[in-house]
T-cell receptor, first 116, second 108 residues
Framework: DTEVTQTPKHLVMGMTNKKSLKCEQHMGHRAMYWYKQKAKKPPELMFVYSYEKLSINESVPSRFSPECPNSSLLNLHLHALQPEDSALYLC???????????????FGPGTRLTVT | GQSLEQPSEVTAVEGAIVQINCTYQTSGFYGLSWYQQHDGGAPTFLSYNALDGLEETGRFSSFLSRSDSYGYLLLQELQMKDSASYFCAFLNTGKLIFGQGTTLQVKP
């Protein structure tokens, strides 16, 4: 099973709402990632978790809060977002952060987020 | 600095061969990978070249020349379903950095 699942597929939220994006993988991967992707642009890394610990935070605003409850799950908590945060949010996983493994990432289908 | 350059668009006809080039600039280079992304879909891993040379996977091949800081993705026997965006990427301090992507349009 090489599947990464994400819920919800679509999310519309107001600027005062709090919502969460969820990601799950059952490949036994120990590295998990959150990316943000705008239309016609490449994915941009937001956070990296390795063995359930936050390894990289790409200076993401605090209105985005990641959480890794266990090795299979990754959440992204959203609060007080801005309209410019509207994008496709992609979760990915890889075996670990060793260079050969990290090159091969498996992406979920993404959550298309619209902030109104 | 770190950068990857690839053409923004490429057009080819069904059954043809197309090459998507990628030049890069970085320190601490560990290899180059390629991803495919269909409109509205997720990026899908295609290949990884750690060493110089050609790696073949079915209709797709990827090439790397570390001395030239250059790689390419070769797609053979193009099919309509190959119409997608293709990204080259390298790893830097644990982060996968993507090129801006090449949109491939396959025409009948």
């Amino acid at each position: 099973d090489t599947e990464v699942t994400q819920t919800p597929k679509h999310l519309v939220m107001g600027m005062t709402n709090k919502k969460s994006l969820k990601c799950e993988q059952h490949m036994g991967h120990r590295a998990m990632y959150w990316y943000k992707q705008k239309a016609k642009k490449p994915p941009e890394l937001m956070f990296v978790y390795s063995y359930e610990k936050l390894s990289i935070n790409e200076s993401v605003p605090s209105r985005f809060s990641p959480e890794c409850p266990n090795s299979s799950l990754l959440n992204l908590h959203l609060h007080a977002l801005q309209p410019e945060d509207s994008a496709l949010y992609l979760c990915a996983s890889s075996q670990d952060l060793a260079s050969g493994s990290a090159y091969e990432q498996y992406f979920g289908p993404g959550t298309r987020l619209t902030v109104t | 600095g770190q950068s990857l350059e690839q053409p923004s668009e490429v057009t080819a006809v069904e059954g043809a061969i197309v090459q998507i080039n990628c030049t890069y600039q970085t320190s601490g280079f560990y290899g180059l990978s390629w991803y495919q992304q269909h409109d509205g879909g997720a990026p899908t891993f295609l290949s990884y070249n750690a060493l110089d040379g050609l790696e073949e996977t079915g209709r797709f091949s990827s090439f790397l020349s570390r001395s030239d800081s250059y790689g390419y993705l070769l797609l053979q026997e193009l099919q309509m379903k190959d119409s997608a965006s293709y990204f080259c990427a390298f790893l830097n301090t644990g982060k996968l950095i993507f090129g801006q992507g090449t949109t491939l349009q396959v025409k009948p």
